[in-house]
């Protein structure tokens, strides 16, 4: 690091590219060099940015500026010089960015890798909160100014929503009016179940909230300033469906970024579809016109990143066993009549619905059994994670080769539904890979079982929660006891977990 009036050069070409390309003032980009024990002033910035002194020196990349203003903007005085790239093995390096934002009961993470070669390529996970929605509006304020002002991203590639609750969706009609949206991934759950979970949660007809699960496609695509590309559904998984192998494609890499005069690119998802499943057919969201954009994963397959990155989600969704055909029959004009002008009508069928359903349905816990998770890592097993600054402890050491995350939402990992996850993800050793876990429902012991953090055995377990809340009081003792020996970090109306690497092979 550099101490006195002396600026290592990485820091030199940090205050040109900050002069370059932004609108700070001397004054601002001084902030960020100045500490105790070191006399710098605006002269010397000045000079640095016009040329004057040291010329032979090169504005940093946009890159590397923003991962540096992230950094200061999360800790005091970082040293410069760590942003630099490491020693290669491979291909050229990106960076990663995890964030966890502490929006209390609830859940809302995000993604972004940086590239010399591209635009960022930038997801989310979850955005909801059941303590105060202050929390989760000023939450995506801050994702979104980082995406723009930081990583100078435009749009998010990827926004992931595990399931129906408030908790977990309350924010998300904020998130897509501030910023587009190029892929939306949905579990696919047949209409009168999605109506079901509207039930459970007290959503009237007549609340505006009650289109989306009708038609979660046209609500969220209706929403003002929405610029939503494409709707992707995950079916629930059957015991004979297993991951695509994480082998390429693999997109060929510029090592040396970018000409100056070349426009970045944006990166492109890509996926396999298939035909909607059997229940589907009657579906409202397959009904109308100006959903042409909704298309159904197919089953096993994963997102793939045009540049060593996939997403491949999991829809636990099976827990149907008393949904006769008879009971599809008599559901199914009534579900239609949901999506009616008629004010009066949509009440009546609501509550002819409701009726049906508490004929058939006993118990919570029989009627909403699901949860889309969600693995993001880095494709094959040669990529190494350098990390450059992490807010918590995690047990990710320098260069560790096992860093990708597993989001699970409220999903139930207990013993009868276990065996299928791990068979599911188990190819290509990805549960091994995936030492960032964000632990399910909140730390929930109803939704746990005894080892299954030693069976995991993740690197940092990731608790999203209000441990104040009086009602649920996440995490419970015995969940948070079995994770204790893997860094377990709590995410509360305070505190965040973020973390920056570089990602190289």
């Known amino acids: 690091m550099a101490s006195g009036y002396s600026l290592s050069d990485f820091e030199i070409r940090l205050i040109k590219a900050m002069r370059t390309y932004t609108r700070m003032n001397l004054q601002q980009i001084l902030a960020y060099f100045t500490r105790p024990g070191r006399d710098i002033n605006h002269r010397l910035i000045a000079q640095i940015a016009a040329g004057h002194w040291r010329s032979d020196l090169s504005p940093a990349s946009v890159a590397e500026m923003a991962s540096f203003l992230r950094a200061m903007a999360q800790t005091a005085f970082p ?3 760590t942003f630099q790239r490491p020693p290669q093995s491979g291909g050229p390096p990106f960076r990663l960015h995890l964030d966890w934002w502490p929006v209390g009961q609830g859940l809302f993470a995000s993604g972004a890798i940086e590239r010399t070669a591209s635009k960022p390529l930038t997801w989310i996970y979850d955005c909801g909160t059941s303590s105060s929605q202050s929390l989760v509006k000023d939450a995506i304020a801050q994702f979104a100014n980082r995406q723009k002002a930081v990583l100078g991203a ?20 904020d998130l897509i009016g501030s ?43 209706g929403v003002p300033d929405a610029d939503i590309g494409e709707i992707v559904f995950v079916q629930s998984g059957g015991p004979d469906d297993i991951a695509a192998p994480d082998d390429g494609p693999e997109a060929p890499e510029d090592p040396d970024g970018p000409e100056p005069t070349r426009e970045l690119a944006e990166p492109k998802l890509k996926y396999e579809t298939s035909w909607p499943p059997q229940d589907a057919q009657d579906d409202p969201i397959l009904q109308v016109e100006e959903n042409t954009s909704v298309r159904f994963l197919r089953p096993g ?34 579900i239609s009549q949901l999506k009616g002008d008629d004010a009066k009508k949509r009440k009546a069928a609501l509550a002819s619905l409701k009726k049906k359903y508490e004929e058939v349905f006993d118990t919570p816990e029989e009627r ?11 494709v094959g097993r040669r ?50 890979r995936a030492t960032v876990f964000q632990v399910m429902h909140h730390g929930a012991e109803s939704n746990w079982h005894p080892g299954i953090a030693a069976k995991l055995s993740p690197s940092t377990s990731i608790f999203s ?32 977990f973020h973390l920056v690497g570089f990602v190289a092979r």
């Open 79 to 81: 040293d410069a010089d």
């Open 368 to 378: 909403n059994l699901i949860s889309l998770f969600l693995y993001s890592g880095p």
């Open 179 to 221: 910023l587009p949206i190029r892929t939306l991934l949905l579990p696919y759950v047949a209409a009168w179940r999605r109506i079901l979970f509207a039930l459970d949660q007290g959503v009237a007809a007549d609340d505006p909230l009650f289109a989306f699960f009708v038609d979660p496609a046209s609500y969220l695509r």
């Open 383 to 432: 990529a190494r994670l350098f990390p450059l600054w992490q807010s918590h402890p995690t047990g990710l050491d320098s260069a560790t080769s096992a860093f990708s995350q597993m989001h699970t939402g409220d999903g139930t990992l207990d013993e009868d539904r276990y065996p299928a996850f791990a068979t599911f993800y188990a190819r290509s050793q990805r549960l091994e």
């Open 154 to 173: 435009e749009v998010i590639q990827l926004a992931v929503l595990s399931h129906f609750d408030k908790d977990h969706i309350s924010g998300f009609v």
């Open 301 to 334: 397959a994963r997102i793939l990143a045009p540049f060593y990155w996939e997403f491949l989600p999991y829809n636990d969704a099976e827990f149907a066993p008393k949904a006769t055909p008879q009971f599809l029959a008599e559901i199914t004009p009534l």
């Open 465 to 496: 929660s209000n441990p104040a809340h009086k009602k649920y009081k996440h995490p419970h003792a015995p969940v948070l006891r079995d994770f204790w020996p893997h860094f377990p970090i709590q995410i509360d109306k305070e505190n965040g």
